[in-house]
């Protein structure tokens, strides 16, 4: 069993930056991150490939976050840059042991899932 714990959640104001961490204890092929505000579903974020490091966000954080790896760690990191009041949510990290085409955008194709962690964004 694979587990996957999530850190660095918390308040920000707009314009303003976090950093999001995930560890997991398992081999894994590509980590995500996902995130659901109230009353929405829940949305991909962004992705990581451990093999070659290429990386997927999603449209709406382009530019603004980052994720990166730390292969001998297994651990994956966001930061989140030029935050905004619509990034507010639980941000979750998933992962997976292994890697198709195109899987990265879809969150019912991981099958590890940390706890979630509260990302609060304020004027």
């Known amino acids: 069993q694979v587990q996957v714990v999530e850190s660095g959640g918390g308040l920000a104001q707009v314009g303003g930056s976090l950093r999001l961490s995930c560890a997991a204890s398992?081999?894994?092929?590509?980590m995500g991150w996902f995130r659901q505000a109230p009353g929405k579903e829940r949305e991909f974020v962004a992705a990581i490939r451990w093999n070659g490091g290429s990386t997927y966000y999603a449209d709406s954080v382009k530019g603004r976050f980052t994720i990166s790896r730390d292969n001998a760690k297994n651990t994956v990191n966001l930061q989140m840059n030029s935050l905004k009041p619509e990034d507010t949510a639980v941000y979750f990290c998933?992962?997976?042991?292994?890697?198709?085409?195109?899987?990265?955008?879809?969150?019912?194709?991981?099958?590890?899932w940390g706890q979630g962690t509260q990302v609060t964004v304020s004027s």
């Open positions: 998933a992962a997976n042991g292994y890697y198709a085409g195109s899987m990265y955008y879809n969150a019912s194709r991981y099958d590890y």
């Open positions: 398992g081999v894994t092929a590509v």
